[in-house]
């Protein structure tokens, strides 16, 4: 009896054991898909709101009065006088500068001289000479007029004679002689009458009458500008010569201008002159006073590019209001040009678009999965892009993921900050 117990008890251990070892091997096999089962993805996101949203050119650009007026040195000389100062107001022909005119009025009345000796050469060309060159060739004339007739007469008589037998050949022939050269000197002196220079003379005496003309204009110019008057009613916002100060020809004496309403020169790099139109909004800021804003539109966009040190830009101009004058001529400003602005869109995060094959997708995150959506967009600028289909507002998108791990349509995936 005691061995059989012994072997029943022996059998009921082996099956406890085989029993817990299929357990084991169960509870093995239910562990393994814990560990080989990827985790969710870690993404950082972003939502789709409603809002504005513009498209923007950024850029700089250079202000300068509407209308503006600059004088400057027509020669060298000094500054005589000054009658204004930087800032002042001035009156429409008001005199503003003087400078030393003294040689200026002396050349002015060499000029005039020369002019009128011109004017008088002229004259003698176009009457034939002078009073008392005229009545010498007339005098002249006259006289040998008078012989060319009696020889003539003589010349006739002499052949009523030789038909007559009372004059001989050689005395007819004396007198034809006589006459040819007779009608010879009336030829002559007609002839200088007639055409009393020759072609080299009437080129030089009119050269010289334009030589002297254009002499006399630059000096009356010059003694004109010697004196600067205000064109218009406006500001001297540039004054910078002194009082008794030596200027060159050319040197900039004052620049007067109107200055409550200014233009302002922007100047657009070459790859965003496409994106110009007529009538755009264009906001202005300087530097000097942060916070403010002019405010203009575009009217003119560019017709050719030029090289602005090392940039390919086009000129675009705009004009802005200064009643209160704190935008200040020549200054350098910001510029930004908006080519496209919506007041409520559906906008987006740029960096969440991705494109394949020219077409814009996003991941939006649903229920915990990555969702790829093909998106439609229109206006886009450095942050945002707006979007147009594919879609809803709030929707949760993906920026990027946390791990550097590829994004993958229907992949599990977890917000991290």
């Known amino acids: 009896m005691a061995a059989t117990n012994h072997n029943s008890n022996g059998r009921s251990a082996s099956r406890q054991g085989r029993t817990w070892l299929v357990l084991g ?22 939502t789709v709101e409603r809002g504005p949203i513009r498209s923007l050119i950024s850029t700089n650009g250079k202000v300068e009065p509407i209308q503006n007026f600059e004088a400057h040195s027509p020669v ?3 500054v005589k006088h000054l009658f204004v100062k930087e800032g002042d107001h001035v009156r429409q022909g008001q005199l503003l500068l003087q400078l030393e005119d003294a040689d200026l009025r002396s050349q002015a009345a060499r000029a005039q001289a020369q002019m009128k000796s011109a004017q008088a050469d002229q004259s003698d060309l176009d009457t034939g000479g002078t009073r008392e060159e005229l009545l010498t060739l007339d005098s002249q004339l006259a006289k040998a007029r008078n012989a060319r007739d009696a020889a003539q007469r003589n010349l006739d008589a002499l052949r009523r004679l030789q038909q007559q037998g009372a ?3 050689g005395e007819v022939k004396q007198a034809e002689d006589a006459l040819q050269r007779a009608q010879a000197d009336a030829t002559l002196l007609e002839q200088k009458k007639k055409d009393r220079y020759s072609q080299p003379e009437v080129a030089k005496v009119q050269a010289q009458g334009t030589e002297a003309q254009a002499a006399y204009d630059a000096a009356e110019d010059a003694l004109r500008k010697s004196s600067v008057r205000a064109p218009f009613d406006g500001i001297v916002y540039a004054l910078p010569v002194k009082q008794g100060a030596y200027v060159q020809t050319g040197d900039l004496l004052l ?3 109107v200055l409550s309403r200014m233009l302002v020169r922007t100047f657009v790099d070459e790859p965003d002159i496409g994106r110009l139109a007529a009538g755009q909004k264009i906001e202005v800021t300087w530097d000097a006073l942060p916070g403010r804003i002019w405010n203009g539109a575009v009217s003119t966009i560019p017709s050719t590019v030029k090289l602005r040190g090392a940039r390919n830009v086009g000129e675009v101009t705009c004009t802005v209001d200064n009643n209160d004058l704190r935008l200040l001529p020549n200054v350098n400003v910001a510029v930004t040009v908006i080519t496209a602005e919506h007041s409520s869109a559906l906008t987006l995060l740029r960096e969440a678009v991705r494109m394949d094959d020219t077409k814009p997708y996003v991941f939006q995150i649903v229920d915990g999965e990555l969702k790829r959506r093909e998106v439609e967009v229109s206006i886009q600028n450095l942050t945002q892009v707006e979007i147009t289909s594919g879609l809803p507002e709030h929707s949760v998108v993906v920026l990027s993921s946390a791990d550097s791990k590829p994004l993958l349509d229907g992949a599990r995936a977890k917000v991290v900050p």
């Open 167 to 169: 004059a001989s050949a």
């Open 25 to 46: 091997v169960l509870a093995v096999l239910a562990i393994i898909p814990v560990f080989t089962r990827p985790g969710p993805l870690k993404v950082r996101t972003t």
């Open 76 to 78: 060298p000389t000094t």
């Open 255 to 257: 620049q007067e201008g």
